[in-house]
């Protein structure tokens, strides 16, 4: 058992420290957030990610876990983990200040021999930064990065593809390794920088695949093909693999927007451009555009005063996350077009960047509705029979850009009915 803090609460740092702290170590969490540390003494989860309250609760009572916005009860820590946010900056490169700021307050209370380990996705060669930064040869400097999926993250905290541990010497590595020792993966041992690379490389190579699969999609269908055929035939195929080749109105979320800006501009950076990142970027945002592009193709090209309806604004099913929403830029981009929009999500309530109303039930957000846009793959929406809500319609278009209705369904019950690659 380590006595373990985490630096920073929130998606990544909560799911760390709970994981942690039910891997049987002592853990206190620290955030500068007081609001959200008096809710997590309560047992009250900030975010909603599954079942991760729960753990919160057990762990809680067990008293392995605790919060604190003091800094300085790191100070009987052996390990520190650092899971501070590195959002985007105008630049398009992570902003690490959150990082550097931490660790500048941690430094007066670091024991000596302890390992600082890096779980926030930062910057190539941070690690080197954060080296200098604390002049003390004694505490060893570990990159750690994580790859939870949002809506998933406890789940792949316990079962991870792979743990890697990125560290210049192999006392620190051996450590870090140790607290994870009850969780069976594998673990790769590299070096700092390597480690960094490995989570941005990771990363960008799911967008770089969304984003084909996207085009793909895009491609079959104008040319009367069945995308979905076409991508099950080619996920058979173990180099390819059947995950990740679903088509979608883009791709979103706090991850892969920012880390493939990042890459691509620190690669920029270091005179090393990686083409396929910026490919990537710019087909993106054509994915959204393509969404507005079909509406058009049922209602005409002007959607002035059309009324249209989105169900789902979350970036992917079994989150309440809208930022980098890829929902939330297609419904920018509607709105531009003089349409009315309505929305319905079944967890979302709030968009700090729309200003438009939500809906509290499917029926509100479809009443007289010209079109409907299914942007998000919650499983609810899937189970609606469209005979029981087709006569709230004014007309009766459905574009499913996730591939999740049954277009024979929607069709027997009079929808002009749009998937996304067929
Ligand atoms: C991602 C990585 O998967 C995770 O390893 C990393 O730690 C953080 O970033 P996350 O951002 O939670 O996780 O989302 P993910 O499930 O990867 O989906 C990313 C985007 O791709 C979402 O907008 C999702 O809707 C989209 N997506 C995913 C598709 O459009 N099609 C797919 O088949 C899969």
Redesign the pocket.
Known sequence: MAKIAVIGVGYVGLTTAVGLANLGHEVVGIDVDAEKINKLKNGTSPIFEKDLEKFLKIEIDKKSIKFSTNYEDTKTCDSIFLCLPTPQLSDGSADISYVIDAVKKLKDYLKPNSNLIIKS?VPVNTAKKIIDLIQDNSISVVSN?????????LA?FFKPDRIVIGAQNQKAKEEVAKLYSSIDSEIIFTDNISAEII?YA??SY??IR?SF??ELAAYAENIGADATQILNAMGKDKRIGQ??????????????PK?VNEFKSSAENMDQPIELLNAALLSNAKAHARIVNKAKKLLGNNLDNKNITVWGLA???N?D?TRF??AVSVVQLLIKEGCNLKAFDPVVKKVEELSMKIENSIEASIENSDLLIVL??WDEFSKINPKSISAKFRQKNIIDS?NILDKKLWQDAGFNFLGNGS
Not at 145 to 153: K, Q, S, V, Y
């Open positions: 996705t990065p994580e790859f939870l999926r949002e809506g998933n993250a792949d989570k990771s990363n799911l967008a969304l699969v996207n995950h990740f080749l679903k088509p979608g109105p883009g791709w979103g979320g706090m991850c892969f880390d970036f992917k099913a989150t996350d929403s890829p998000t793959e996730r």
